[in-house]
DNA sequence: ACCGTATCAACTA
DNA sequence: TAGTTGATACGGT
């Protein structure tokens, strides 16, 4: 464990993030393993509800990619929808299966 | 299944 | 300030 979340809190607040992606990508490292919320649930969480544009916006420009569990983050649909990370959605899908065992 | 509209925040000209 | 985009959501056709 090298980097604790409350590291990756202060990291946050370091880059020149808005106080909305500091929000969302906060409320993102909150998510435990095994927990799987949608953009709009996310949303809903961070008190903006019908933000889920902003929040997707939010998680791109996510500077921790690899730190945040961004990849918890699915669509509505059930579908894991996009990811900037390695790999692309390809990537989340096999993260996701690894910690939250989704059906293929 | 496909298209248009709704809604929010950030970016660029 | 105005216009466009984006890792979406929902309803109508």
Redesign the pocket.
């Known amino acids: 464990m090298k980097a604790s979340k409350r590291d990756l809190l202060r990291k946050l607040d370091s880059y020149n993030l ?4 500091k929000l969302v990508l906060k409320e993102t490292l909150n998510i435990e393993k095994g927990e799987v919320l ?3 649930q996310l949303a809903e969480r961070i008190g ?1 509800g ?5 929040v ?2 939010a ?2 420009i ?1 500077p921790l ?1 690899p730190m945040i569990p ?1 990849h918890r ?1 699915i ?3 059930g579908t894991l ?4 990370g390695t790999g692309g959605s390809r990537r989340k899908r096999e993260l996701l299966a690894s910690e939250n065992a989704i059906a293929s």
């Open positions: 808005t106080e909305f992606q949608t953009y709009k903006h019908k933000a889920y544009r902003a997707g916006s998680l791109k996510n990619a961004c983050v669509r509505s649909d929808g996009n990811y900037s």
